[in-house]
């Protein structure tokens, strides 16, 4: 019976979500309180083995929040040689250009999207370490350990190490300058980023958003 009870709650977990954002907006008033959420970078889908949904039902949420910050990084992994926050990477799990079809397909308001910047270089999702911080990526640079290249398609930088291996994809001041352009073009909101902790102790990443 638990299994049963704990199968029925997945499968209503975004309908559920909904809701609860409804709640939250009829007890916190526009103009007085601000609804925001945290979204994956995928529309709603059904459930791989259940009977409801997975992720947001964006579209039914949207009347309700202010706006969305998008997760737009952790899309891929240096393992694999793919990059984890690119603007458009066909071997990637998913990219920045998909991500603004889907929410464009669904009616979704573009000034209510804050696009997602991340403060470091993704690695693997399973082997240590998973990620490196914006500045361990610098200083890495900088002492010759790693080689920064840029990639025109995906819109990153990434490094690799002596031996020519992948190291991570990231974001800097060229790929920050790049996005910013398009997000303008595409009357995104602006920039959110994960997290402050990985920026330099000049805040570099912070002042290019």
């Not at 970078?41 to 998008?70: H, L, Q």
């Not at 071997?91 to 009616?107: P, S, V």
Request: aromatic share 16%; net charge neutral; with cysteine.
């Amino acid at each position: 019976m638990e299994g049963q009870e704990a199968r029925f709650i997945i499968d209503v977990d975004t309908e559920n979500y909904t809701k609860l954002m409804k709640t939250l907006r009829d007890t916190l008033p526009f103009g007085d309180y601000l609804l925001t959420y945290a979204g994956y970078p995928k529309n709603k889908r059904k459930a791989s083995g259940g009977k409801g949904w997975e992720f947001v039902d964006n579209a039914a949420v949207e009347p309700y929040v202010d706006w969305i910050n998008v997760m737009t990084y952790d899309l891929g992994s240096a393992t694999s040689n793919t990059p984890h926050s690119a603007m458009s990477a066909g071997n990637a799990d998913w990219d920045i250009l998909r991500t603004y079809q889907t929410f464009n397909r669904i009616g979704f308001p573009m000034n209510k999207i804050v696009l997602g910047m991340p403060f470091y270089g993704r690695y693997s999702f399973d082997d240590a370490p998973f990620t490196y911080d914006y500045n361990k990526i610098e200083d890495n640079i900088k002492a010759g350990k790693w080689t920064r290249h840029y990639n025109k398609v995906w819109q990153t930088p990434y490094v690799t190490d002596k031996s020519g291996k992948m190291m991570c994809s990231y974001d800097d001041e060229e790929s920050i300058a790049y996005k910013a352009k398009w997000v303008k073009e595409k009357g995104l909101r602006g920039f959110m980023w994960w997290s402050q902790g990985g920026d330099t102790s000049g805040k570099k990443l912070t002042k290019a958003c």
